[in-house]
């Protein structure tokens, strides 16, 4: 029988991260609605102090707990300083315990100067890299507004894996006018240099972007439609497959052992700290679980832990309902799934059974003593996957 009783310590089921966003870009990537800033002149010390303030006040709270991984995102974090790295680490070592096997990533733009510093970020504590390198051809680099050759960026992809313990690189698919033999042939290239981790994500029109202004005007043509859209998913996990990289997640493929130890923080609804200009986090105090949400604009974020030692500017309770939703949207990503018994108790009854055998019936998730994952089939279907679930 299913217990309806909440752990009190949920989120250990997902541990404990810290997440930290440094807000700078050289420049604004058409695609990207993530928190990024422009700007002339960074003051690296001012930064990092801010930065050490931050996380003085948050070992207040959480102090104690094993830490599992810290992700430096962006942004462009490989803009920052290696010392400003360094000093961050430095003091997150003194507050947190860390899991013995620690994960420490930063996103990399490959730039052949922001690459130049890799073996300093190494020094500093650093374990994992992952690469910005979204196409593997010139002319797709420029419209994607990226600063970097497909040449820097399988040359970074290199000298990255001659440094670091572990790799990862992002590419976009589905850009403008590509073709499926296009694609096969990109992602072949890539998977040739024997990454460990790849994260490959179809490319999306989001709200805000220059992309939108130009799609909502008509002036962004040659998108794929939706079949070849998911010719080339199916043909990506095809091709990563052979390559002894499979998807633990719906974007996210990895060889075994390889996986994102910090997304699987948020996938399985642990905690996280989220530090800097637009972080969120999940933090759970006392058996109540909060997001938290900071200044998205970095000079009112510094002005705010200046002023007022933190720069949140909401902690919001998320009910057991809320969190159960949560759970199933971010577990239902994940090839294992989520547990039946951890989400009745969020949900505080579990999911009719009768719903669960019609989705089975109809090849769309697999249920297995008490987990529950999706299909492939299903994974393509996940919003329906949601709602009927939850509404069950």
């Given at each position: 029988?299913?217990?309806?009783?909440?752990?009190?310590?949920?989120?250990?089921?997902?541990?404990?991260?810290?997440?930290?966003?440094?807000?700078?870009?050289?420049a604004?990537?058409?695609?990207?609605?993530?928190?990024?800033?422009?700007?002339?002149?960074?003051?690296?010390?001012?930064?990092?102090?801010?930065?050490?303030?931050?996380?003085?006040?948050?070992?207040?709270?959480?102090?104690?707990?094993?830490?599992?991984?810290?992700?430096?995102?962006?942004?462009?974090p490989?803009?920052?300083?290696?010392?400003?790295?360094?000093?961050?680490?430095?003091?997150?070592?003194?507050?947190?315990?860390?899991?013995?096997?620690?994960?420490?990533?930063?996103?990399?733009?490959?730039?052949?100067?922001?690459?130049?510093?890799?073996?300093?970020?190494?020094?500093?504590?650093?374990n994992?890299?992952?690469?910005?390198?979204?196409?593997?051809?010139?002319a797709?680099?420029?419209?994607?507004?990226?600063?970097?050759?497909?040449a820097?960026?399988?040359?970074?992809?290199?000298?990255?894996?001659?440094?670091f313990?572990?790799?990862?690189?992002?590419?976009?698919?589905?850009?403008?006018d590509?073709?499926?033999?296009?694609?096969?042939?990109?992602?072949?290239?890539?998977?040739?240099?024997?990454?460990?981790?790849?994260?490959?994500?179809?490319?999306?029109?989001?709200?805000?972007?220059?992309?939108?202004?130009?799609?909502?005007?008509?002036?962004?043509?040659?998108?794929?439609?939706?079949?070849?859209?998911?010719?080339?998913?199916?043909?990506?996990?095809?091709?990563?497959?052979?390559?002894?990289?499979?998807?633990?997640?719906?974007?996210?493929?990895?060889?075994e052992?390889?996986?994102?130890?910090?997304?699987?923080?948020?996938?399985?609804?642990?905690d996280?700290?989220?530090?800097?200009?637009?972080?969120?986090?999940?933090?759970?105090?006392?058996?109540?679980?909060?997001?938290?949400?900071?200044?998205?604009?970095?000079?009112?974020?510094?002005?705010?832990?200046?002023?007022?030692?933190?720069g949140?500017?909401?902690?919001?309770?998320?009910?057991?309902?809320?969190?159960?939703?949560?759970?199933?949207?971010?577990?239902?990503?994940?090839?294992?799934?989520?547990?039946?018994?951890?989400?009745?108790?969020?949900?505080?009854?579990?999911?009719?059974?009768?719903?669960?055998?019609?989705?089975?019936?109809?090849?769309?998730?697999?249920?297995?003593?008490?987990?529950?994952?999706?299909?492939?089939?299903?994974?393509?279907?996940?919003?329906?996957?949601?709602?009927?679930?939850?509404?069950?």
């Amino acid at each position: 029988m299913l217990s309806l009783t909440p752990e009190p310590d949920d989120w250990q089921e997902g541990g404990f991260a810290l997440y930290l966003h440094w807000p700078f870009c050289k420049a604004k990537c058409p695609y990207c609605d993530f928190n990024s800033h422009v700007r002339p002149r960074i003051d690296q010390a001012e930064w990092r102090d801010a930065y050490l303030a931050e996380l003085d006040r948050a070992a207040t709270e959480t102090g104690g707990r094993i830490l599992r991984s810290v992700f430096f995102g962006g942004g462009t974090p490989s803009l920052m300083a290696p010392e400003t790295v360094a000093a961050i680490l430095d003091r997150v070592s003194r507050h947190w315990r860390l899991a013995n096997d620690l994960e420490v990533t930063l996103e990399a733009n490959p730039t052949s100067v922001e690459a130049s510093r890799f073996a300093a970020y190494r020094a500093g504590g650093v374990n994992r890299v992952s690469l910005g390198l979204q196409a593997l051809n010139d002319a797709d680099l420029r419209r994607l507004g990226r600063q970097h050759s497909a040449a820097e960026g399988l040359a970074a992809l290199d000298l990255a894996q001659s440094i670091f313990e572990r790799t990862s690189c992002d590419l976009i698919y589905a850009r403008q006018d590509q073709s499926l033999d296009a694609w096969a042939g990109e992602l072949r290239d890539l998977l040739a240099r024997r990454p460990d981790h790849i994260s490959l994500y179809q490319l999306t029109i989001e709200e805000g972007t220059a992309f939108a202004r130009l799609h909502d005007a008509g002036k962004l043509r040659g998108l794929p439609d939706e079949d070849l859209a998911a010719d080339m998913y199916d043909l990506t996990r095809d091709l990563c497959a052979e390559a002894g990289l499979f998807d633990y997640e719906v974007s996210n493929y990895a060889v075994e052992g390889a996986e994102s130890r910090h997304n699987l923080v948020y996938w399985r609804m642990g905690d996280y700290l989220g530090i800097g200009p637009g972080a969120h986090g999940r933090l759970t105090l006392d058996n109540t679980r909060y997001a938290t949400n900071t200044h998205r604009n970095p000079e009112m974020w510094l002005k705010s832990q200046r002023e007022r030692g933190h720069g949140e500017v909401s902690r919001e309770t998320i009910d057991r309902p809320s969190q159960a939703l949560e759970y199933l949207m971010m577990c239902l990503r994940l090839t294992e799934g989520l547990s039946l018994s951890r989400y009745a108790a969020l949900n505080r009854k579990p999911p009719a059974s009768d719903k669960l055998k019609e989705l089975e019936a109809a090849g769309l998730i697999l249920q297995e003593g008490d987990r529950l994952r999706a299909t492939q089939a299903g994974r393509l279907l996940l919003n329906r996957l949601v709602l009927d679930i939850s509404e069950a």
